[in-house]
């Protein structure tokens, strides 16, 4: 995986592309918080000149130094948005979002104001994509946001869990021919639960050389796939874009070559996330008794201040 790297206004800063894990590293010299002065009380009291000031022992900013609210978080990102927008015109582009993720600071996400082929990225009222900009929102299972699935069976056989890209029926109420689903196959870690696995009562095996045996599954781990939405939201039908074209390839990204298994969401935003612990704020480790302390006395707002995890990639 290779990307072009931007500044933080969201232009290049080269013109060539860097292998993911030097963006890995760039990310954390970019995400360094800058030491400031903070003097204890007893230095305030007792420093009385400018000279003396200066040389007060600079000290790591505490968390409620960087601390925004959530209307300054979305002015950020409606900048961002517009200048990365700008960057990209006369590339063919997909710009994918993650719906749970996104939509907090990009309102315009949300189902009740979206609108077909048209962006907004602030204050001013939607306008169409430029020719080589795709609009592409992936919803995933969390917060239970998409249904249970199922594949319905013939008479007197078990429902399944099929793989594929899905469409809504024609005749849905609700069809507009921009809404699909994925579903992948099984994991490997899950090779042996079968579909109508029990941990409670004992079941018939239906094949293999013990078929019709009873058995329990108790010590087998379950198989609890997600329903993944693929919402296109902009694209340009008129051009001969096909919304179905753009959703299967979104599809087939979950399903990256350097992966056994099926990715949860499509290898970019797979990626996307996996980045965000290089640039969440940390906590050194000698400072972390005296801010138990310090959580003890005041609440502390954890979606502004936490500390990364560990091997979660």
Known sequence: MVLRPVDSAGHERTGRWIPYPHFLLGLVKTAEIPEVSEPTETETSTVTDTEAAAVVPRQRSKYRVWQQSM???????????????????????ALLSHSQ?????????????????????????????????????????????????????????????????????????????????????????????AVEADKIAPRPLRQGPNKG??????????????????????CHPDAGDSPESLALAVHQLRQAPDYLDALALPLPLHLASL??????????????????????QRSRPLSTWRAAPRGSE
């Open 275 to 296: 980045a965000q612990h290089y640039v969440l704020p940390t906590v050194a480790e000698g400072e972390r008794e005296g801010e138990a302390e310090e959580s003890s």
């Open 101 to 193: 993720n996104s939509r907090l600071h990009w309102p315009w996400l949300q189902d009740g104001r979206i609108e077909r082929d048209l962006i907004k990225t602030g204050h001013a009222q939607p306008v169409g994509l430029d020719p080589d900009l795709r609009l592409i929102r992936v919803r995933t299972a969390a917060g239970r946001e998409t249904p249970q699935w199922w594949g319905n069976a013939a008479p007197g056989e078990v429902n399944g869990l099929p793989q594929g890209l899905w469409v809504q029926d024609e005749d849905a109420v609700r069809s507009s021919g921009r809404i699909f689903y994925s579903t992948t196959p099984k994991a490997g870690t899950f090779r042996d639960s």
């Open 71 to 93: 209307d300054e978080q979305r002015r950020a990102t409606a900048r961002y948005l517009q200048k990365m927008v700008r960057s990209l015109r006369g590339r063919p582009t």
């Open 213 to 234: 045996k009873p058995t329990i599954d108790t010590h087998i781990p379950a198989w609890k796939p997600g329903l993944v939405e693929i919402a296109v939201l902009g």
